[in-house]
Structures are given as structure tokens and as C-alpha cells.
């Protein structure tokens, strides 16, 4: 199966491999091709160097994990969100999944670890499956389908915990707690397994007949349709799975604090855009992978560190830089793109 | 855009289907009115119906704006965080007089939807994230403006706030006039024609020789100075500034507003009788859960289901 994306990735690949182009008019197509893949991640290389120069704390262990345990949480969100964005749409509901996701989590882990991992994962994967249905079998724009959500979510999640004024609590010593605060190999459990799902993750979208009609969908949703490719199921799957990675996500970071905390999650779904598109993504779909995201999220925290360890820029910063990196990030994507299809 | 002109013989369902589409709004503020009318205490009195109207006049402002964007197939999601801006940088210049504060908060919600504007006309990214960008950028400028609630102590925004004409707050004065000035601008300007035209198809637009991109920088620009506008009426009913909380979920209101009055975000057309009816509508059910002493919880699942249900029922209208 070959797709119009495909083939580009493929040509990028070879032309930075192989390099027997002829140099001219084709070597700057690859290097908008390159940039366009790796930029988020020299960038990420710069920025590391230049802050373990700049602060001492930067390179220390215990920073480095905090940074790791930080991004785990949103790594997972923008894992799905990944998805969702290859075949060309948009989650903005992620981020009330995630909050829900957690106070259920905290609700259900009186019950018990099954119930405290499943209860956010089923709940948040119906949502999930409500927006898919919405959007592929109606034919709803996403954004509107997954604004809506974002509201009701929020609305459910205020309703389960007394207008927002009641928090539950895990208690600390149970198994649940421990997935969310132990550290095998001094390195906390959600990262682990935020490694894992992206290996699982990468594995599943480029080698996978089910990834492989993610991405005909987002290069050409008629085409794909055409093919014979299940569009509206491959739609369905990739909210669903969205719903499932912000519902987790919720459930790890509920462990992780010990508590359901009701005012988590606002503003998540940019970060998670954000990291997605810095990763080198394209909102048009079709074309995209997971270890630029997992970069995307890499950057965006770095920069959030720095920021705070400048100390004397207030929080507020971190917005308007994250903003205009956002901004910056694609306009340059745009860019890029549109010199490949020029040349 | 193209008004398709029904047959005498077009199936009933059909026809009910596009009646519902074209005058659901209104029907549905009827029905909240009666409903209300008859089950809720105290509604029906002049005080009341002022409070909503002064609580509408702001969202209604902002959807204004939003409905030209939409019109032109964008969005701008924007325009909380614009409003935030404006506060901001109200209170920071009140000291040289409203005047010159509001002038200044109208031009840095202008330059936003500069910003906007320029990123989706000239650069060609999608609205929805170009104005994504400055939504988390204009939140982080406004608070990096003014950290935190101020109050704002000043004799004439008092007045704006809470004056009134033979009985009619300022600020409803304000919505209404903005509202029929856009309605104008829409329906009688070369303006209006070629948003539309784009909206229809940009494509065509282009082809046909409209100023295609200045259009769409003008239509960001009018979102951010309606939404600017809304911010320093916002604050005038508020006397305070808080950048942090004053116009969150905005953009949400705002497209709720405007696609419940029945603008299919597919662009090409634009209801301004509808957009109010729309905003007026949401502030009705909001007031008829609380009245009923509902949750705010059940207040934002009724209105993502009310949102879900008007984008349904505007899908066949997409299609055509």
C-alpha cells in the first residue's frame, strides 16, 4: 500500500541516506526535507547544551527525573493525539479526559488497582468512542465534536466530585499508589511505561495494517476510501485511542499524586498539539511520527525547566514562549512544506 | 451562499429540516422564555431581564466576531485570551484616562488579530492553530502585564459599567449597536460580499480577483477589536481586572453562540439575527439550570450537548 505520504517520506529518507541526488535545485528540497524531520530535535540538542552551560542544577539527576516524570504524563496524552493528527483531525477534549481520567482513577482505587486502571480507561475510551462515531459516521467537524466534549467531560468530572470542591485521595500504600511513585532503576514507573506504549505505539502506526490506514486516511481520505480502506473505522480508532491515552494518562498521574486533583488537565490539549506539530507532524495529515513527538514533549519541558530555573521570569512567560515557539515551529513547517511541493 | 430556492414539490421532511435549521434558534429562546415565564420565580421582571442582557452583552459581542471568522471557513480561538489582554492593558494605562486606555486596549486586540490574520492569509497555516498559538501567547503577555486581580477605580468606566439610558445598561446599547453594525457590514458592503465569497470558496475568491488575504486580515482584526471591546466592557461591569480567569471558555461560548444560530462552520454565509439569538439562547439555558438551583456542572453538559445537536442538525445544510 502506498500512499502520496508515504512516498515523501520515503524520497526524505533516501535523499538524506543515500544523497546521490544530483546537488542543485534538489538539495535544498532535502534539506527542507531534514530540517522538517530532525529541526525539533537539533533544536532539543541545542537547547540542553546551552542550559547544562548555563545552570548547574540542569544536568543533575534528580532534575532529569523530575523533567522525565513531568513529561511522562503529557508523552502519553500526545501519544494519542499523534494518532489523531496523522489521519488529519484534532482531540481538544484530552486534556478534561485527562482531569476526569484522574479523579476516577483516585474514585475507584478504594475498589481496588484493577478497577483504579480500568474505570479512567473505559470511561475516557467511551468518550473517546462517542467523538469517533460523531466525527466519522456523521461527518462533524473534529474541533467542534472534541470542544463539546472538553465541556462535558469537565461538566461530568465536576459533577463526580461536588462542583470541584471534593478530592479523593489514594491511599498511599496500595499497589495503585506504587505505579504512580515507584522507581525500579531509579527511574519512576510512568516513565517506563510511557517508554513502552511509544515503542508499542511506533510499532502498531508503521508496521500495522491499522497504522498503515492511518496514514492513508490523513494523505487522502477519498483516496483511501477508494483503496478500500475503512475510513470511518480507522476514525473511530484513533478517537478512541486518544480518549484511552488521556483517560491512562489521568489514571498514572492520579498515582502519582496520590489524589484525584479536579483543576489538572486545562490547557493540556495545546501542550499536546504543540508537542505533536514541534515533533513534526502535519496538521494536514498524513504525515507524522511518534519519535518526534516524543521529542515535541522533550522540548517543550526543557523549555518549561529553563524558564523556571531563570527564576526571576514569572510563570507567565512560559506562555508567551511556548506560544511563539508553536507559531514559530509553523510557520516553518509551512514553510518547508510548500518548498517541497514547489521544487 | 447560494440561497437554494426550494421547489413547490420538495418532500416535507426536507423543508421541516431547513425550517428548523433557519428559525430553531428562535424558537428554542420562545420556548426557554415560556418555560421559564410559567416555572421560574421572579423571571418575569424588568430588573431580571436586565441582569441577562448585561451578562450576554459581552459573549454576544465576542461572537460577532467569531461569526465573520467562521464565515470565512476559520475560527478564532483567540478571543478569551484577547479579552484578557485588554483588561490588562486597561488597568495599566487607566491613568491617563479611559479614554486613552480603552484606545490603547482596542489596538492591542487589533494587533492580535493582526498576528492571527497574517498567520492564516499570509503564511497559510489553519486557523485553528494559528490562533491557538495566540491564545496561550496573548493569556501569558496579559498575566505577564498584570499578575493578578487589580481593581479598577475610575469614575467613568463605573459609569460604562453600570450607567444606563431610560433604562437600557450601556452596555446592551453597545452589543446592539455593534450588532447592527456588523449585520450592515455583512449584508450591504463590498466588504461583507467578498468574506462570503471567500468563505464560499477561496479558491474561486481568488480567481475572481477579490483582495482574498487583506479580507481575512480585516476579519481577524474585527474579531480582535470586538473581543478587545468585550474585555474593557467586561471589565467595566466587573470594576476589576483579573487577566487570569476573565475570558476563559470565551472562545467556547463564542462558536456556541454563533453556530447554534445556525453559520455552518463550513463558511459562505453568516446569521447575525441568528448569532444574537444564539448567544441569548445559551444565557437562557444557563440562567434556567441555575434559577432551578442545577449544578454548574449540568450548566456546561447541557451546553456541549445543545452544541453537538446544533452542529447535527446544520450537517445536511453542509452538504447540500
Known amino acids: 500500500m502506498t500512499t502520496g505520504t508515504e512516498e515523501t517520506v520515503v524520497r526524505a529518507e533516501t535523499a538524506a541516506v543515500s544523497g546521490d541526488d544530483p546537488p542543485g535545485a534538489r538539495r535544498s528540497e532535502r534539506l527542507s526535507a531534514v530540517a522538517q524531520q530532525h529541526g525539533a ?42 494518532f489523531v493528527i496523522v489521519t488529519g483531525g484534532i482531540d481538544l477534549s484530552v486534556g478534561s479526559l485527562f482531569a476526569l481520567g484522574g479523579v476516577l482513577a483516585a474514585w475507584g482505587s478504594q475498589y481496588g488497582t484493577v478497577v483504579a486502571l480500568l474505570l479512567p480507561l473505559v470511561v475516557c475510551g467511551l468518550v473517546g468512542l462517542v467523538n469517533g462515531l460523531l466525527i466519522a459516521r456523521s461527518g462533524l467537524a473534529p474541533f467542534i465534536v472534541t470542544l463539546a466534549s472538553m465541556l462535558g467531560a469537565r461538566g461530568v468530572l465536576l459533577a463526580l466530585t ?5 478530592t479523593y485521595l489514594v491511599d498511599k500504600g496500595s499497589f495503585f499508589a506504587d505505579l504512580g511513585q515507584g522507581a525500579p532503576l531509579g527511574i519512576g514507573v510512568p516513565v517506563w511505561i510511557t517508554v513502552a506504549l511509544f515503542v508499542l505505539g511506533a510499532v502498531v502506526l508503521r508496521r500495522t495494517r491499522f497504522g498503515q490506514y492511518v496514514y492513508a486516511v490523513g494523505g487522502n481520505e477519498d483516496a483511501a476510501a477508494l483503496m478500500g480502506a475503512p475510513v470511518a473505522r480507522t476514525k473511530v480508532g484513533v478517537y478512541t485511542l486518544s480518549g484511552v491515552c488521556a483517560g491512562l494518562a489521568g489514571a498514572l498521574n492520579a498515582a502519582w499524586l496520590v489524589s484525584g486533583v479536579t483543576i489538572l488537565g486545562s490547557g493540556m490539549e495545546l501542550e499536546a498539539i504543540s508537542a505533536v506539530v514541534i515533533g513534526g507532524s502535519l496538521l494536514t495529515g498524513g504525515f507524522g511520527y511518534l519519535s518526534g513527538t516524543l521529542v515535541g514533549v522533550a522540548l517543550l519541558k526543557v523549555i518549561q525547566n529553563v524558564i523556571n530555573q531563570i527564576g526571576s521570569l514569572d510563570s507567565a512567560y512560559q506562555q508567551v514562549v511556548s506560544g511563539a515557539f508553536l507559531a514559530v515551529v509553523v510557520i516553518a513547517q509551512t514553510w518547508l512544506g510548500r518548498r517541497q511541493r514547489v521544487l | 451562499m447560494a440561497e437554494l430556492s426550494f421547489t413547490q414539490g420538495t418532500l416535507d421532511r426536507a423543508r421541516l429540516l431547513r425550517l428548523s435549521q433557519e428559525y430553531g434558534v428562535y424558537a428554542g429562546v420562545v420556548v426557554l422564555l415560556l418555560f421559564n415565564f410559567v416555572f421560574t420565580a421572579n423571571f418575569a421582571s424588568a430588573e431580571n431581564f436586565r441582569t441577562q442582557a448585561v451578562q450576554v452583552a459581552p459573549v454576544l459581542i465576542v461572537a460577532l466576531g467569531m461569526a465573520l471568522a467562521i464565515g470565512t471557513e476559520g475560527v478564532d480561538l483567540s478571543v478569551g485570551s484577547v479579552m484578557a489582554l485588554s483588561t490588562s492593558l486597561l488597568s495599566l494605562y487607566l491613568g491617563y484616562g479611559p479614554w486613552v486606555a ?51 477605580r ?10 444606563d439610558v431610560l433604562g437600557v445598561p450601556y452596555l446592551v446599547l453597545i452589543a446592539a449597536a455593534l450588532a447592527l453594525l456588523v449585520a450592515f457590514a455583512v449584508r450591504r458592503t463590498t466588504f461583507g460580499r467578498q468574506l462570503l465569497a471567500i468563505g464560499d470558496s477561496r479558491p474561486a475568491a481568488r480567481l475572481a480577483g477579490l483582495p482574498v488575504r487583506r479580507v481575512l486580515v480585516v476579519v481577524y482584526v474585527c474579531s480582535g477589536v470586538l473581543a478587545a471591546v468585550a474585555g474593557v466592557l467586561a471589565t467595566a461591569r466587573l470594576t476589576a481586572s483579573d487577566p487570569t480567569s476573565l475570558g476563559t471558555l470565551m472562545e467556547l461560548s463564542a462558536i456556541t453562540a454563533v453556530v447554534v444560530g445556525g453559520t455552518p462552520l463550513s463558511g459562505g454565509r453568516v446569521r447575525i439575527g441568528g448569532t444574537v439569538a444564539g448567544a441569548v439562547l445559551i444565557q437562557l439555558l444557563t440562567t434556567t439550570l441555575v434559577k432551578h438551583d442545577l449544578p454548574p456542572s449540568w450548566t456546561q453538559i447541557a451546553q456541549a450537548v445543545v452544541i453537538v445537536g446544533a452542529v447535527y442538525a446544520a450537517r445536511e445544510r453542509g452538504k447540500r
Open chain 1, 162 to 166: 461536588d462542583e470541584g470542591s471534593r
Open chain 2, 102 to 152: 480603552t484606545l490603547i486596549a482596542l489596538v492591542g486586540g487589533a494587533l492580535i488579530g493582526v498576528a492571527n490574520g497574517a498567520l492564516v492569509a499570509f503564511v497559510g497555516v489553519q486557523p485553528i492553530v494559528a490562533t491557538l498559538a495566540l491564545m496561550v501567547a496573548a493569556r501569558g503577555l496579559a498575566l505577564v502585564l498584570l499578575p493578578q486581580l487589580k481593581d479598577v
Open chain 2, 154 to 163: 475610575d469614575p467613568g468606566m463605573a459609569a460604562l459599567g453600570s450607567g
Open chain 1, 41 to 82: 530535535l537539533v533544536t532539543l540538542a541545542v537547547v540542553v547544551v546551552a542550559a547544562s552551560l548555563g545552570f548547574d542544577t540542569f544536568l543533575t539527576g534528580d532534575n532529569l527525573e523530575n523533567m522525565a516524570l513531568s513529561s511522562a504524563f503529557l508523552a502519553v496524552v500526545a501519544l494519542g493525539m499523534t
